[in-house]
């Protein structure tokens, strides 16, 4: 069935990457309280950041603390509980107050607030609290939540905050709830909120938003001006800092200040600061936190997601690594601004109801005119629906030279043959955005170029076959044929309209449009979306990078199983010979260390908050939905480089097989039922001192024999900043430092094997220590 090939598995993949936590790393903001698609597990990724959230012991410390300062007339009356997930906070404000009379919980999330209900029926405080699953702004008054006619409530306890503090409709919801559902002077925990900044030079920032790279040669010149959106990228600074993957050009400045018991303007808030350069450099992207004061006339902020060595970050509880709140990147425009040691940069902070970003500003006495309503900056061209995955990708101009060279060596070997249909030519492009194509294109007009526009491989002198070549040896038939328009194609599918939309952009940039000519024998391209109207034995060279739009988010691996059914599904067009691009995958894998990663993802055992039972929560942990009888089991997506972590098992080299899980060639056909690879054995390195916690697993693409490329591949230590998510599966029974069997770690071996299941397209792993028990 052709003409569903662009998406072979799409429910599965549609469904999988709707649940699925890509770890931040989406173009948009991770919006903690959307609810999950419909038909999504109770036990799934979608979940998974309410465990991270109850593991932050400084998170629940900071609000336990917030309620034993409240005053008497805080809690003189009903408290609202706003998206109050499993109902820890509202438990806990009951326990701190025993004279609180009533606190009332909203939840968006079905699933969640049913979790809620559970934790309060088996609570001492169950006749105190209520919990309903809405929105609070679909609520007009108390009444409607059971209260008496006319009640106020003096009290809110909102933790809807993301890593940019506004992205889940805080201040929207606060406006709502103060106008209708909250008495005057009301007190809010949190009371109040600084945003902080500093200035960054990042290459990898920059590509987040901006075209850089090899692929600013084919753009339109629009999409090169593109000053892309405002709205703020998920990030761990110090993390990349680290991996040398960013400069901090200045010290932590105050940007803005947002009172949540006396609310801004609806227009928003902006300032105009002055910040000492500490490091010389390039300004690409301004990155900000926020720090919380919980009860109203606190001096110090108590919770907060600042980088540890930020001073705003001193007032909080020690902290162990969290995940739900990293740092908000905010990309400036393009051309970024350079700067010398000591000079004074002025820069502009905006926030509305939703999202904060910045503007550098123009050296000291211009003129500066704002708008009355600020609006977030929006990208002005159809860029904008790259994701910032896709646009880091694009950046990696070693990947793009391997693609490149690998495209151009395949489209020379297809013959040409004038007398047949697209001149025996046709490659095909599956991936989303027709990038591959135009290097085909372009490799394809070379070679014409270079053999005077007429004839081929298969040719001599002006089209007259060679001894021994199919073809009409009749020389009027070979020029008629010729003259007929009959000349090398190469197309490309898109997946949806949108993706149609870019193709047509690029493919009308004057550098593109310089490819195709109007020469009767110049290679033409077409743009297609839906079913391509192909005949048996057509395709001369099929090509992907690979990448669909569906599978982002999900691990690496997935594009690549998406790709093998498009192949399987396109074999019966395919020429003999036919050249693939890429030929084949291999799936790699090694042990690490990652205590703070595992420990925050496990269920919740035992009371938290001072005494609070959410144990309830467990039934949406993402191994609840788990098939108990199953010995093969998934991994969820992680951007490794941004957890702490390290690699504990023995590397092998590039050419090894030692840790290959699968090896995967695209010639084959693609099996009818579950296939089962051959077990490897991952060997502890010796300096695994920090124990191990978990299986990681990466990919790998020989896009030419013998040549292998991966952009997710480890260091000798550690995973470095990369666009593709890792597969990560957590062990059962981890080894932690101090375990005896850590300190002969030459001893130690884990033994994985693989599963793929054609059905949905899932790559499963089943793994065990050597001595025997799971692990």
Known sequence: NVGSLKSVFTEEVVQAGKAMDAQGDG???????????????????????????????????????????????????????????????????????????????????????????????????????????????????????????????????????????????????????????????????????????????????????????????????????????????????????????????????????????????????????????????????IVFWWGCHMVRGDATATMSNAPSWAPSAHGMSSRREIDHWRQSVCVLPRPARQVVQGQVLRVAAFHNDEDVWFRILEDRGSAIDFPRALQVPRATTRMALWSQQRLWALADASRA??????????????????????????????????????????SLAGSRRRSGLRGSLAMGTFGRPKSGAPGPRSKRLRTLLRMSGRRPVVLSLENTAEDLEVARDIATAPSAARLTGRLPHAPCLHLLQGTPALAAGSVGALLSEPYARACEGQVCDAQLWQHWAQVEALRWTLANGASLVPRAFRMRACLIACPELWRRRQPISGLVCGGVDVAAINRLHPDASANAGDAFRERFPCSLW??????????????????????????????????????????????????????????????????????????????????????????????????????????????????????????????????????
């Open 27 to 285: 173009r948009t903001k991770r919006r903690r309280t959307e609810e999950p698609a419909e038909g999504t597990d109770a036990g799934s990724e979608a979940h998974a950041w309410h465990f991270d959230m109850l593991h932050d012991g400084a998170r629940l410390t900071a609000f336990r603390e917030a309620f034993a300062r409240l005053p008497k007339t805080a809690v003189c009356g009903t408290a609202l509980d706003i998206g109050c997930g499993s109902g820890v906070l509202g438990l806990s404000l009951l326990m701190c107050h025993p004279e609180l009379p009533r606190v009332v919980g909203l939840e968006v999330n079905s699933q969640v607030a049913s979790v809620a209900k559970a934790n309060v029926k088996r609570s001492p405080q169950a006749k105190r609290m209520s919990v309903h699953a809405c929105r609070s702004t679909v609520v007009a008054s108390l009444e409607e939540l059971g209260c008496a006619a006319g009640d106020k409530a003096p009290l809110v306890v909102s933790e809807i905050l993301d890593a940019g503090l506004l992205g889940e409709d805080c201040l929207g919801t606060m406006r709502h709830a103060a106008r209708q559902l909250l008495a005057p002077g009301y007190h809010s925990v949190p009371a109040s909120a600084e945003i902080f900044a500093c200035a960054v030079e990042s290459s990898t920032l920059a590509s987040w938003q901006h075209l850089q790279g090899a692929c600013t040669s084919w753009a339109p010149e629009a999409y090169l001006q593109d000053t892309g959106d405002g709205n703020p990228h998920d990030v761990a600074l110090e993390r990349l800092v680290a991996a040398r993957g960013a400069r901090v050009l200045t010290s932590e400045f105050r940007a803005l200040g947002i009172d949540f018991e006396s609310l801004p303007a609806a227009s928003g808030q902006h300032a105009v600061l002055e910040v000492e350069v500490m490091e010389g450099g390039r300004v690409d992207a």
């Open 642 to 775: 941004q957890v702490a972590h390290t690699i504990a098992s023995r590397a092998g080299s590039s050419s090894a097989d030692a840790d290959v899980l699968c090896v995967v060639d695209f010639a084959t056909s693609m099996p009818r039922r579950s296939r089962c690879f051959p077990p490897v054995v991952l060997k502890a390195a010796k300096e695994a001192t920090q124990g191990i916690q978990a299986l990681v697993t990466w990919t790998e693409v020989e896009v030419a024999e013998g040549r292998w490329i991966s952009s997710s591949a480890p260091s000798e230590c550690d995973f470095r900043p990369a666009p593709d998510l890792q597969g990560v599966m957590l062990a059962r029974n981890p080894l932690f430092p101090g375990d005896a069997r850590c300190r002969g770690g030459e001893h130690l071996a884990v033994i994985a094997s693989g599963r793929f299941d054609p059905r949905d397209g899932c790559f499963r792993i089943r793994a065990g220590w050597d001595a025997g028990h799971e692990f």
């Open 401 to 442: 030279s391997e693609l490149r060279r690998a495209v151009v060596a395949a489209t020379r070997r297809l013959a040409w043959r004038p007398w047949q249909e697209h001149a025996g030519a046709l490659v095909l492009d599956l991936s989303d955005g027709p990038l591959l194509a135009f290097v085909a294109l372009a």
